[in-house]
């Protein structure tokens, strides 16, 4: 089973991020997870560029990009100002990102599409849980 889309997950082989299309399969009742990998030249084969993956890192790309061009991925914690008013110091709120449609309402009550430009990735639940202590 593919599915289209770009997605990223976090290798089995040597813990690093990779980004492509997503593929999981059944082999001797088992299921495995991989990516093709984005980086691999295009001529090569498609069985070098498979990258095992482990699946609960697996989330796909929202389409979007934060305030610096990153692009935002579900599991990605994304800091976002909420507001700034005369003379304060603007206020943020860290969420989570569990939607992968941009056309959908973000799950979040301080968020809607059009705040996409003040959204910042810090982190991800993946390699930076700790960010999302005492938020």
């Not at 691999?40 to 070098?48: G, I």
């Not at 100002?81 to 992968?100: A, C, D, F, W």
């Not at 301080?110 to 849980?129: M, R």
Request: hydrophobic share 30%.
């Amino acid at each position: 089973m593919s599915s289209p889309g770009k997605y990223r997950g976090i290798r089995v082989d040597n813990r690093e991020w990779v980004k492509g299309s997503y593929v999981a399969y059944e082999f001797n009742s088992e299921i495995l997870h991989y990516i093709v990998d984005e980086t691999s030249p295009s001529y090569f084969p498609l069985a070098k560029r498979l990258v095992q993956v482990i699946p609960e890192t697996v989330g796909q790309s929202t389409g979007l990009k934060d305030r610096k061009g990153e692009e935002i991925f579900q599991g990605d914690i994304v800091r976002i100002m909420t507001g700034q008013y005369l003379g304060e110091s603007p206020k943020y709120r860290i969420h989570t990102v569990v939607n992968p449609c941009p056309a959908c309402a973000i799950p979040c009550p301080y968020v809607s599409v059009d705040t996409i430009p003040q959204w910042e990735v810090i982190g991800n639940i993946h390699s930076t849980p700790e960010l999302l202590e005492g938020k």
